[in-house]
Structures are given as structure tokens and as C-alpha cells.
């Protein structure tokens, strides 16, 4: 299986900071990932797929980019309502599997 | 609008089995290709496995195969994963999914808990 690690696991940031999450995959997924954001108590939400489309109805201060083993999802300016953990996904090869999670909280 | 409901969750003992459904409406279901993810309390997710819009194909995470089941019965607009010989590691909220295992999609059940334990 393809291992996904996600760094740091925990980040804390102000109010209108740039904030960068990172997700780095075992082996090359060919740019084959997407982005779920989780808020306490609700399913995974879609925020990008491959790499770096975003979903219908995301706000458009949240991107993604990456290619290789390496990938990153950028939000260009921290809401208080993106309180949540965001989760990579690779899908590049079976099984997919998820990265282990970045909780993000406002400082 | 889309609406993925799954039931059947509960306290189970180790070694039983359980069957989980999770009925879809506001789209065609026999369209779409299904899975089933799952999240422990850890907050560890893991894709399970996917069947094909006509039930004819299955695909399942390897740790998973030989006792999860992904069925489907499109007459009644209805997946269902059946988990057998459970274990304290199944213990999670179990989600459908609509979509295969690339899992590009914003429609998720609000999941399911089930618990393993004596």
C-alpha cells in the first residue's frame, strides 16, 4: 500500500494567515490526490481533487498543488470557520488510502 | 437532492458478524459505482472497498478481504457492507460513499458507528 504522510499534525494560526498543509505520498501517485476537510461531528468534505481542481461551492482562498511524492494545500487566508482536520487522500493506486490528518486551530 | 443514509450500526461482540446499509436517494443508483469508508475514534480513515454500479465488480482494501462483503441491491436503491469474524480494530464510524475508490465526490452518508467489544 501507498504510505501517506501529512505534516505537521497539528498547526496552529491567526486569523488571515497564509497557511500551508503538507502530504507526502510513499512512492510517485501521479498527482492522483485530493483533499477532504472534516469539521467535529460531520463527514469528510471534497475540497480539491487531482492535486489541484477545486470543488464546486470552495471558497477560492483554499488551492492545491504538488506532483511526484510531494503535495501541499494552501489556504491564502485562515477563516475562523476553516477550524478542522484536513485529510490527503491518493488514489493512484489500490488500496487508497488516506494520510493521517493535520488538525488545524486558530492560535 | 442527494441523500446516502446508513443503519445498522451498534455494540456487536468480537467474532459476530453485522451487516450495515446505507440507502441512497436523490439520484439513479444503479448509475453509480459505491464504497465504503471508514474512520476510527483515532481519527484514522481507511477506504474500504467499492462495488460497481451493477454489482458485477467488487474491490477491496487486501486487509479487508476475506471478511468484509460490499453488496448492492438497486431495486431498493441500497448498498450494504457485511463484516464478519469483527475484531476491536473495526470499531469506527463507517461512511458510504457515492463514486468508486478515487472518491471525488461531495456525497457522503453521515455515517455509521459500530462497536467491538465483549
Known amino acids: 500500500d501507498i504510505q501517506m504522510t501529512q505534516s505537521p499534525s497539528l498547526l496552529s494560526a491567526s486569523v488571515g494567515d497564509r497557511v500551508t498543509l503538507n502530504c507526502k505520498a510513499s512512492q510517485n501517485i501521479n498527482k492522483n490526490l485530493n483533499w477532504y476537510q472534516q469539521k467535529l461531528g460531520e463527514a469528510p468534505k471534497l475540497l480539491i481533487y487531482y492535486t489541484n481542481n477545486l470543488q464546486t461551492g470552495i471558497p477560492s482562498r483554499f488551492s492545491g498543488s504538488g506532483s511526484g511524492t510531494d503535495y501541499t494545500l494552501t489556504i491564502s487566508s485562515l477563516q475562523p470557520e476553516d477550524v478542522a482536520t484536513y485529510y490527503c487522500y491518493q488514489y493512484n493506486s489500490g488500496p487508497g488510502t488516506f494520510g493521517g490528518g493535520t488538525k488545524l486551530e486558530l492560535k | 437532492e442527494v441523500q446516502l443514509v446508513e443503519s445498522g450500526g451498534g455494540l456487536v461482540q468480537p467474532g459476530a458478524s453485522l451487516k450495515l446499509s446505507c440507502v441512497a436517494s436523490?439520484?439513479?443508483?444503479?448509475?453509480?459505482?459505491m464504497s465504503w469508508v471508514r474512520q476510527t475514534p483515532g481519527k484514522t480513515m481507511e477506504w474500504i472497498g467499492d462495488?460497481?454500479?451493477?454489482?458485477?465488480?467488487?474491490n477491496y482494501a487486501p486487509s479487508l478481504k476475506n471478511r468484509f462483503t460490499i453488496s448492492r441491491d438497486n431495486a431498493k436503491s441500497t448498498l450494504y457492507l457485511q463484516m464478519s469474524n469483527v475484531r476491536s480494530e473495526d470499531t469506527a464510524t463507517y461512511y458510504c460513499?457515492?463514486?468508486?475508490?478515487?472518491?471525488?465526490?461531495?456525497?457522503w452518508g453521515q455515517g455509521v458507528m459500530v462497536t467491538v467489544s465483549s
Open positions: 436523490g439520484f439513479t443508483f444503479s448509475d453509480y459505482w
Open positions: 462495488i460497481k454500479y451493477d454489482g458485477s465488480y467488487t
Open positions: 460513499t457515492r463514486g468508486g475508490m478515487v472518491l471525488i465526490t461531495k456525497h
